[in-house]
């Protein structure tokens, strides 16, 4: 009876302790999913890649400068019956097409299209029309694309890093432009997409080109399941948006009826 007693004890003890891990390390587990950096091979079920859309590039002649000073700019009718097929303001598009080549001569490796750079500038900006802007012609957002202030109230809690000089806020860091770059990441990750001398977030050339080079850092291959979904984790880690970006893509890349 003793043994019995002593071994139903040990049993209760045991299920205790194995519920306890449990605990700990689906905390864990959670806690790691957030950290900044974390991989989709650690943090999320890695997706397939969208299909790769490839744009027509312009022929170019004496004379004429691309939108990105490394790559060619998208043909112009091409543009325009794409523009109209996806719902992308040609403006924006060009961007993208150029944001993309640009990033596949500086990492041949990485095999990003321009739908991916699209799906991502049209979730967090809606190709910079949020809040009733627009693009001018030179790509500049018309509109208040400042995301709200990242104070730990429903979002991550990051303090001041450029002095409010991006975003007007000198207190806590907030997205900002139509790729809603955080300043802190601007600082090492903005790029000079015009060509003018100057990394702006809130120019959609400068944004397209720096959110490319961030997707496609590291040495990732945008062409494999891990690579692609691990580059658009890193610029949001969850779960949730790396599938909205990726359904965005695939829409894009079917709409055009050119991928590669």
């Not at 004379?63 to 719902?87: F, S």
């Not at 991916?116 to 190709?127: D, K, L, M, P």
């Amino acid at each position: 009876m003793t043994i019995s007693r002593d071994l139903a004890l040990g049993l209760r003890r045991l299920m205790v302790f194995c519920v306890f891990m449990t605990c700990v390390i689906t905390a864990v587990s959670f806690w790691a999913l957030r950290q900044p950096g974390t991989d989709a091979t650690e943090a999320s079920v890695a997706l397939s890649p969208p299909p790769r859309s490839e744009a027509k590039l312009e022929t170019l002649s004496t004379g004429i400068t691309p939108a990105v000073n490394i790559t060619r700019n998208a043909d112009a009718q091409w543009l325009e019956r794409a523009a109209v097929q996806t719902g992308i303001p040609a403006r924006a598009l060009q961007a993208y097409v150029a944001a993309a080549g640009a990033a596949n001569h500086s990492a041949p490796n990485c095999g990003i299209g321009w739908n991916t750079v699209a799906a991502i500038g049209f979730i967090e900006s809606a190709h910079g029309a949020y809040g009733g802007g627009n693009l001018t012609p030179a790509g500049q957002a018309g509109g208040p694309l400042v995301g709200p202030s990242l104070d730990g109230n429903g979002f991550a809690a990051i303090a001041d890093t450029d002095g409010g000089v991006l975003d007007g806020d000198a207190r806590w860091d907030r997205a900002v432009g139509p790729m809603q770059f955080i300043p802190a990441t601007w600082e090492y990750a903005g790029k000079d997409g015009n060509g003018d001398g100057t990394a702006d977030p809130f120019n959609m050339d400068d944004a397209a080109l720096s959110a490319a080079g961030y997707l496609c850092a590291k040495g990732r291959d945008l062409t494999t399941a891990t690579g692609w979904t691990g580059a658009v984790y890193s610029y949001n880690q969850s779960h949730s948006y790396v599938v909205k970006v990726r359904d965005q893509a695939v829409s894009y890349a079917e709409a055009t009826g050119a991928t590669g």
